[in-house]
Structures are given as C-alpha cells and as structure tokens.
C-alpha cells in the first residue's frame, strides 16, 4: 500500500513561489494506474483541489488556479511536486497530496498527512 | 469553477439515519457518475466513504451509502454512531478537473 508525505516550506513570504514535495513510498511512481495530485484546505474551509499529474508528465489544473500552478514529477525519486507563484495570503492552508485513479475517477486515496503553509511577511 | 453546495451542518440521533446533500450543476455532478464522498476528522486527512456515487470501498461499513438525482448527490448514514460524527465532503469529476463541496459538519446528538 502506497504511502505519501508532503515536506517544504511552513512559512512563505507573499509574492514568493510555495513549493511543496510529495514523497511516495510503497510503491512505484510510474504504476499506469494512478495519477497524482495536490489538495488544499485553508483553515477552517473546504477542500479545494489544485491539481494532478501522470507519471509521463502530462497535468490536470484548477482553472482557477491554473496561471500560478506548476505539478512535475520526477519518477527516479518517486516524488511530485507543487509550484505556486505569487502567493497571497488566501493561499495559507493544509496542503495534500493523494493518489488518484484515472480520469474521471475523483478515488483519491491514500492521502499524505497534509502540511500547514503559511503565507506572511 | 464554483465548489459544489452542501449543508454546512447536519445532525442527528445515534441509531437514527441522515442524509447530506451535494448540490451542482449538469457541469459536474449531473454530467458525470463520479461523484465521491470523504470523511474527515479534525486534525486528519480526508477519507473516502463512497465513488462512483454509491460505490462503497472495502472496510467502510454498509451504514454509508450514495445516491444521485439530476445535479444533486446524497450521502446517507444509516444507524448513526458517535464515531460518525466527522466532517463530510463530496467531490465531483467536472470535465479535465474536479470540484468539492464546502463541507458539512455531522453532529451525533
């Protein structure tokens, strides 16, 4: 069974780049099976999901997010990773990772244990 | 794209039966059986309850189930239990993205 675990930054300053890595373990990035993707919660609000990515490389974003967001995969370290530029305070959250079946499923399980990111000066 | 509309409480007695609604458009939840549910406990990550509208995966009990009509889905407790009492989000497919509901906090009285 897959386990996943979201590491970086607790605190960034706005305006900067939030850069967030998920580490898979238990099983290989590169299954066919599976996308990867990134959800957030901001405190005391509901999920909102960000976006995912395949093993080849291909994505999937939030419109809504999609003009600051970058997810990349580096397979040989069986991790993912998220890119958001120009944060403000609004983007102060829980970050999650999750595993995903293929599109259209919305299975996303497991979960990382999700990492609070803070945005302040 | 807008977060799909859920009650943002509901509760009720143990053994009694709840129902969460999940409300959004012929763009996501109408459009799509892949409509999902996920418990969450304070401090926790999201679990999945139900997919696929009213697919349940292995180890969550039958008291849960899913349902759809048009642009709203459904998740019902049956035999409600203190341990139930959680968070609940329901998730939708919308087209090459996903959307999630804002939550609704389940109380067990």
């Known amino acids: 069974q897959s386990q996943l675990q979201e590491s970086g930054p607790g605190l960034v300053k706005p305006s900067e780049t939030l850069s967030l890595t998920c580490t898979v373990s238990?099983?290989?990035?590169?299954?066919?099976?599976?996308?990867w993707g990134w959800i957030r919660q901001a405190p005391g609000k509901g999920l909102e999901w960000i976006g995912s990515?395949?093993?080849?490389?291909?994505?999937y974003y939030n419109p809504s997010l999609k003009s600051r967001v970058t997810v990349s995969v580096d397979t040989s370290k069986n991790q993912f990773s998220l890119k958001l530029r120009s944060v403000t305070a609004a983007d102060t959250a829980d970050y999650y990772c999750?595993?995903?079946?293929?599109?259209?499923?919305?299975?996303?399980?497991?979960w990382g244990q999700g990492t609070r990111v803070t945005v302040s000066s | 794209q807008s977060a799909l509309t859920q009650p943002p409480s509901a509760s009720g007695s143990p053994g009694q039966s709840v129902t969460i609604s999940c409300t959004g458009t012929?763009?996501?939840?109408?459009?799509?059986?892949?409509v999902s549910w996920y418990q969450q406990n304070p401090g926790k990550a999201p679990k999945i309850m139900i997919y696929?509208?009213?697919k349940r995966p292995s180890g969550v009990p039958d008291r849960f189930s899913g349902s759809k009509s048009g642009n709203t889905a459904s998740l019902t407790v049956s035999g409600l239990q203190a341990e139930d009492e959680a968070d609940y989000y329901c998730?939708?497919?919308?087209?090459?993205?996903?959307?999630f509901g804002g939550g609704t906090k389940l109380t067990v009285l």
């Open positions: 990515i395949y093993y080849s490389g291909n994505t």
């Open positions: 998730s939708s497919y919308a087209g090459s993205n996903w959307v």
């Open positions: 999750a595993r995903h079946l293929l599109p259209p499923s919305n299975w996303f399980d497991p």
């Open positions: 012929s763009s996501d939840v109408g459009g799509y059986d892949f």
């Open positions: 696929e509208v009213n």
């Open positions: 238990g099983g290989s990035m590169s299954n066919s099976a599976y996308y």
